[in-house]
């Protein structure tokens, strides 16, 4: 799926509970948007692109590093949780619809590095789908209804100010004022 639809599902898996700490947003978050990191491959060009994405940021065992790593590192057994499931749902969500508008199925490296088995979903439906853009637009739709009624946004990830003025809106439109 598109970045932005990973990254509002990714805040949502973060912001779970009561007083989650920026940080904690913030890794959550980025667990479920970082497995994309292996498509900057494309920077340098399309050959590049197609060798790695989808492999070493979307193998089960990174997801697995990122748990050991903040369990033990971090000594956070939520955080590491919430981190993998962030990170997996990432995984679920470009096996279901991120085919190109040729129908080309991308194939996910699972268990990269120790294989390079390929994993196909012959359903996948097209990065363009409508499917896609309803899921974004019902996520988006429920970040900022979360926003009007806890008082923040992923705004706050990037600027507390931004946040502010846009939680404030938010409220306007939800009548929460
Ligand atoms: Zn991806």
Redesign the pocket.
């Known amino acids: 799926m598109h970045i932005q639809t990973h990254f509002l599902l990714s805040w949502l898996v973060a912001d779970q509970g009561e007083s989650v700490s920026k940080r904690d947003l913030l890794i959550v978050t980025l667990c479920g948007v970082g497995?994309?990191l292996d498509g900057l491959g494309l920077l340098m060009d399309v050959k590049t692109y197609h060798l790695w994405h989808?492999t070493v940021?979307?193998s089960i065992f990174t997801g697995l590093l990122i748990f050991i790593c903040i369990a033990f590192l971090m000594k956070n057994i939520r955080l590491a949780t919430y981190a993998s499931l962030s990170f997996y749902l990432?995984l679920i969500c470009?096996f279901l619809g991120s085919a190109g508008s040729d129908g080309y199925i991308w194939p996910i490296y699972l268990l990269w590095p120790f294989s390079l088995e390929k994993f196909l979903n012959p359903y996948q439906w097209p990065l363009a789908s409508p499917i896609n853009l309803i899921v974004t637009s019902v996520a988006m739709l429920y970040v900022m209804h979360r926003a009007s009624v806890k008082g923040y946004s992923p705004i706050i990830l990037f600027s507390k100010w931004l946040d502010f003025e846009l939680v404030k809106v938010f409220k306007k439109w939800f009548r929460k004022t």
């Open positions: 497995p994309d989808h940021g979307h990432h470009d």
